[in-house]
């Protein structure tokens, strides 16, 4: 990019987004280009960000910031596989293990699966961290690895590296201090750069709606689904986002050992159901997507093809398929307080209290325990006695159960049949 050429002043790109007027092709690449090599300052940024959020961005705007953000960094090409990539990505939410089954389902049906995933940060966990439960399991892989593992085995899952959309990573650190995380024109262009950059020929993502998600409603929801579609359209990706529900756990973990467990207990044809049909709604998807309309994930969920490229997943990642998973040293239930029928089990309120047990970190730089975390005996809807386990929860650090229990308050509701809100789990699919 040449930022002499068009060397603007950092105050006119804001002053122009405060009041309103869209920001020019060449104004975009200027600021995103100048931000990265520090040049413009973070509080001129964290100006832009908020007059971004406040005001907005039309499509073609929306499509240039992304592109620029793409620009920062390298770009990677899968094109030399033998075989076609389809990736997915989840906004977030909580017990979200859905990645963990879905790679190596999918990559029974000879597609290729790039999973270049993060850390948790809040309250909804990472899936490198659960992964990092499984012992000698390794993150970090060369590009040369990773494109190895995607021939051999067809699946991986791994850290992304730090040259894809540099830019992204410098701007979602600031939004995340300076109360700009939500605006959709940034969460959606900081997605998509990413998922271009990385070169996958088709994407179905996952857009949770809910207490649980970034997205509390459905016509935001909708609109961030929208956006990326677009985006990764108009790059040349094909992109379906399925809109998904996230005001209740998915399954019946939240934390990253727990969480590994239910996900072998998926791909050895069991687990809740809600985890079972997203994952295999997800795997559809992204057979469609990748030209494979007439594969059948349900049938390798149950007879052990899938389970056959977990194992080979995460032994050619160093990992032990069969050791024993990590154990919180201490646990505590969370009893019924009146006989009725359970109408609440709120998404954020369970993700929040993983989190205070330690299964999440509130710094990047915090460790995170392999073990805590949250089991869940009841859903909504499921009838219970007075004095009964709905809770358990995992820490290896009591003096946390206080503040996890005090995250809880309101969010598990015992009352009647007819409080019960029955919600579909795939909401919403958009895209061609
Ligand atoms: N995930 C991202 O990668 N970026 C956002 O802005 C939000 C969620």
């Given at each position: 990019?040449?930022?002499?050429?068009?060397?603007?002043?950092?105050?006119?790109?804001?002053?122009?987004?405060?009041?309103?007027?869209?920001?020019?092709?060449?104004?975009?690449?200027?600021?995103?280009?100048?931000?990265?090599?520090?040049?413009v300052a973070e509080e001129q940024m964290s100006a832009l960000t908020m007059a971004i959020l406040l005001n907005g961005m039309d499509r073609a705007e929306?499509?240039?910031?992304?592109?620029?953000?793409?620009?920062?960094?390298?770009?990677?090409?899968?094109?030399?596989?033998?075989?076609?990539?389809s990736d997915k990505h989840s906004t977030g939410g909580v017990g979200d293990k859905i990645t963990l089954p879905l790679a190596p389902l999918v990559a029974v049906f000879d597609v290729a699966v790039p999973q270049l995933s993060g850390r948790g940060l809040g309250h909804t966990g990472g899936t490198l961290d659960k992964l990092e439960s499984i012992p000698g399991w390794r993150a970090a892989l060369s590009n040369d690895e990773m494109m190895r593992q995607l021939e051999d085995v067809g699946a991986v899952i791994c850290q992304a590296g730090s040259g894809l959309a540099p830019a992204d990573r410098k701007l979602y650190a600031l939004r995340d201090v300076t109360g700009t995380v939500e605006a959709i024109p940034l969460i959606a262009s900081s997605i998509m750069s990413k998922k271009i950059a990385e070169g996958t020929g088709?994407?179905?993502?996952?857009?949770?709606?809910?207490?649980?998600?970034?997205?509390?409603?459905?016509?935001?929801?909708?609109?961030?689904?929208?956006?990326?579609?677009?985006?990764?359209?108009?790059?040349?990706?094909?992109?379906?986002?399925?809109?998904?529900?996230?005001?209740?756990?998915?399954?019946?973990?939240?934390?990253?050992?727990?969480e590994v467990r239910e996900s072998v207990e998926v791909l050895a044809g069991g687990g809740p159901a809600d985890v079972v049909e997203l994952t295999i709604a997800l795997a559809r998807e992204m057979l469609d997507a990748a030209g494979r309309p007439d594969a059948d994930p349900a049938a390798a969920l149950a007879d052990g093809r899938a389970m056959d490229r977990w194992r080979a997943m995460i032994e050619a990642q160093g990992g032990d398929a069969d050791a024993d998973l990590?154990?919180?040293?201490?646990?505590?239930?969370?009893?019924?307080?009146?006989?009725?029928?359970l109408t609440t089990l709120d998404a954020y309120a369970v993700g929040v209290a993983a989190?205070?047990?330690?299964?999440?970190?509130?710094?990047?730089?915090?460790?995170?325990?392999?073990?805590a975390g949250v089991e869940i005996?009841?859903?909504?809807?499921?009838?219970?006695?007075?004095?009964?386990?709905?809770?358990?929860?995992?820490?290896?650090?009591?003096?946390?159960f206080e503040r996890a229990r005090q995250a809880l308050a309101g969010g598990v509701v015992v009352g009647t049949a007819a409080d019960v809100t029955d919600r579909p789990l795939v909401i919403d699919r958009i895209g061609a």
């Open positions: 990019m040449n930022s002499s050429r068009n060397d603007f002043d950092a105050v006119e790109v804001i002053v122009a987004k405060r009041d309103g007027h869209r920001l020019s092709d060449e104004q975009i690449d200027w600021v995103i280009d100048a931000y990265t090599r520090g040049a929306i499509a240039r910031w992304t592109a620029a953000m793409i620009a920062s960094g390298e770009r990677m090409s899968f094109s030399h596989l033998s075989r076609p990539t088709s994407l179905v993502l996952d857009v949770k709606v809910g207490s649980g998600a970034f997205m509390k409603d459905i016509d935001r929801a909708t609109e961030l689904a929208r956006t990326m579609v677009e985006l990764g359209t108009d790059a040349g990706v094909h992109t379906v986002a399925l809109l998904t529900d996230m005001e209740v756990p998915l399954g019946l973990t939240a934390g990253n050992a727990l990590p154990v919180a040293r201490e646990t505590e239930q969370v009893l019924a307080e009146a006989d009725g029928v989190w205070r047990l330690g299964a999440g970190r509130a710094r990047k730089e915090d460790p995170v325990q392999a073990g005996h009841a859903r909504p809807g499921d009838a219970v006695r007075k004095g009964q386990p709905l809770l358990t929860l995992h820490t290896d650090t009591p003096e946390r």
